[in-house]
């Protein structure tokens, strides 16, 4: 499907990749973004990657929209050529499932939800026909994700999880929007996970909370003293389930400047992931701990 | 070297032009709303036009200078008063050691803009001095002030008491207030018949209208072009593979109330969207208060680009005044 081209008033460029959601659609996206970056089209002040959809933004007092649009569209015949290969990183993310914080929030909002008498946990399970809460976990934490997007606000990761279409996780946003999530939860709307970087208003079905801050303006935290901000588009996410003990101990650590969280380079091949899923999933953990 | 607030208003700010640059990873550039007032607010007392001043919505804040300071006032009509005497605003104003800044109810427009010579001196946050709350960042502590806060203020440099920016060279909201929009983003989700309904519409501020967006009500609802939703784009017709938003853009959850973004965006989601306010008719929105009756005009690029130039001319005669 050829890219989908339109301004956003006289500032912006967007461009859709396609309409649906796919690792093909996303590293499109991640070509054609990198492809503006190494152009270096004067004008140009950002450039935004997304799921299956990439922004620009210009100064129209420096060029003109329509040589920023053919500036753009010379670049995407080489673009979707490119291998999709990237060196990235992979982390693990350690999350306390099922855990008191989020429970009070879901319990506090409840008749903005489809099924007020359970669970996200319980209503995310049964509709992706899992038999129990605990299975259901067992697959969210089974597989990594991908890192399609980060915003919204403040450095959120959208994450999509790397495993066959008719494996994923799906599950529709609440009713109506909550006016508060605990920072650090572990959330899943549509086809996207993600972790909230800040507390605030949000209508995605909460799973957890980690124990790991992604961002920090005061640069406190060990590992974002370099930038604020954790993720990138691109970096592979494996979540690891902890319970009570290993969340407090986990968050003990952060305080003490002490948390570390695993990371590791990886080189990561579209067409090798898949060949066969499953097993490269079970490679890039390998990479994870350090064998 | 301190404005001390004595009371801080509804929701006043540090803000100056913005942090560009860090969209992609949600932290939206920010700034004054109305960034012409704040540039001439700033000319007035002599600081660059892209210093920090305070940018107070609907309520002004009480503040008392603990040094001689010239201090002007632009942006929405707002009585001043210095020690209870009243002033003129889009002027610069010579306040002595331990007068107090007061302000009366808001008469037209939403948002003041105060500035200070030498400006407000927090520290930078990624390259500007913008408050960002959502994201605790910029501004005095990543927040709004607060009653008992000490803001430092810069180096004064050289300004003229009295001087004044001419009525002819503020730019208001019209009545109703017109906002320029080029379709496009998602514009062909809804069907023709939606398309005209929108702009021929009047529509009514709602009150949910902040820094991060301007939701409006009282237009029709927008009907769907039939289709089946993409994979990952959730299952309403106004849904969408969570995407970028530029800044402007129009919003339309459910098809039935736009929502415009502004400078505190968040910078994606899965909303569809239907068009984008024109840059040059960005600030006027800052200045538009809940229930203010609105037209969207549909517009070209170039008529876009011709706006953004005279919008540039306009501040081209306030520069020249100086």
């Not at chain 1, 429970?103 to 939800?113: A, D, I, K, V, Y």
């Not at chain 1, 790397?162 to 799906?170: A, L, N, Y």
């Not at chain 2, 930078?124 to 203020?153: C, H, K, M, Q």
């Not at chain 2, 237009?219 to 769907?224: K, V």
Request: hydrophobic letters at 40%; a negative charge.
């Amino acid at each position: 499907m050829p890219m989908r081209y339109s301004f956003g008033g006289d500032e912006h460029l967007f461009v859709e990749c396609s309409e649906d959601m796919s690792l093909e659609a996303f590293f499109n996206s991640l070509s054609m973004t990198t492809g503006i970056k190494e152009a270096g089209i004067k004008g140009v002040t950002e450039i935004c990657p997304a799921n299956a959809s990439f922004q620009i933004k210009f100064d129209p007092d420096v060029i003109h929209p329509d040589d920023v649009l053919s500036e753009v569209k010379a670049i995407e015949a080489a673009a979707t050529k490119a291998e999709p290969v990237i060196t990235t990183r992979i982390v693990e993310i350690p999350v306390f499932y099922n855990d008191p914080w989020t429970h009070e929030t879901l319990m506090r909002f409840r008749e903005r939800h489809q099924d007020p008498t359970g669970t996200d946990l319980d209503y995310a399970a049964r509709i992706n026909n899992y038999a129990s809460v605990d299975e259901f976990i067992r697959a969210h934490s089974g597989s990594p994700w991908f890192v399609s997007m980060v915003g919204f606000v403040s450095g959120l990761p959208f994450m999509y999880q790397m495993v066959e279409r008719k494996r994923q996780i799906q599950v529709p946003k609440y009713l109506r929007p909550r006016t508060d999530t605990p920072r650090l939860t572990v959330g899943h709307g549509g086809c996207f996970g993600c972790i909230y970087s800040v507390r605030g208003a949000g209508g995605y079905q909460m799973f957890g909370i980690t124990p790991m801050p992604i961002y920090d303006p005061t640069q406190q935290t060990s590992y974002l003293k370099d930038f604020m901000v954790f993720f990138r588009p691109g970096d592979i996410v494996k979540f690891k389930p902890v319970d009570r003990d290993g969340y407090d101990q986990a968050v003990e650590d952060v305080d003490k400047g002490r948390f570390a969280p695993p990371i590791r380079e990886v080189r990561f091949d579209l067409r090798e992931f898949q060949n066969d899923i499953d097993g490269y999933n079970a490679k890039l953990e390998g990479v994870l701990n350090g064998h | 070297m301190a404005i001390k607030v004595i009371h801080p208003g509804l929701a006043t700010t540090v803000q100056d032009l913005g942090r560009p640059g860090y969209f992609h990873l949600g932290i939206p550039e920010g700034g004054a709303m109305d960034r012409l007032s704040l540039k001439a607010a700033n000319l007035l007392v002599g600081n660059d036009e892209g210093a920090a001043g305070l940018e107070a919505v609907f309520i002004g804040p009480k503040l008392e200078f603990t040094r001689d300071a010239m201090v002007a006032v632009t942006g929405a009509e707002m009585p001043i008063k210095v020690d209870g005497v009243e002033q003129p605003g889009w002027t610069a104003l010579a306040v002595k050691a331990g007068q107090v800044l007061t302000f009366d109810f808001l008469k037209g427009g939403a948002r003041i803009y105060i500035a200070v010579s030498g400006g407000i001196d927090v520290p930078t946050a990624l390259g500007s001095r913008s408050t960002y709350p959502i994201g605790a960042l910029g501004g005095f502590n990543g927040r709004a002030i607060a009653a008992g806060d000490e803001l430092p203020v810069g180096e004064a440099r050289k300004a003229t008491e009295g001087k004044s920016i001419p009525e002819a060279l503020r730019r208001r909201p019209g009545m109703p207030a017109e906002l320029r929009v080029v379709p496009g983003l998602y514009w062909h989700r809804i069907s023709e018949q939606a398309g005209r309904n929108f702009f021929e519409d009047e529509w009514k501020v709602a009150p949910e209208a902040d820094r991060m967006g301007y939701r409006f009500r009282g237009g029709r609802p927008l009907d769907f072009v039939p289709r089946e939703q993409p994979f990952g784009a959730g299952s309403d017709p106004s849904n969408i593979v969570d995407s970028c938003y530029p800044y402007g853009s129009i919003q339309v959850p459910g098809g039935t109330e736009p929502i415009i973004l502004h400078r505190d965006a968040v910078s994606g989601g899965g909303y569809f969207m239907i068009g984008t306010v024109i840059s040059a008719d960005m600030d006027l929105i800052g200045q538009m208060q809940p229930h203010t009756p609105t037209r969207f005009v549909k517009v070209d690029i170039g008529t876009a680009l011709q706006a953004r130039k005279d919008r540039a001319a306009l501040l081209g005669q306030i520069k020249a005044l100086f």
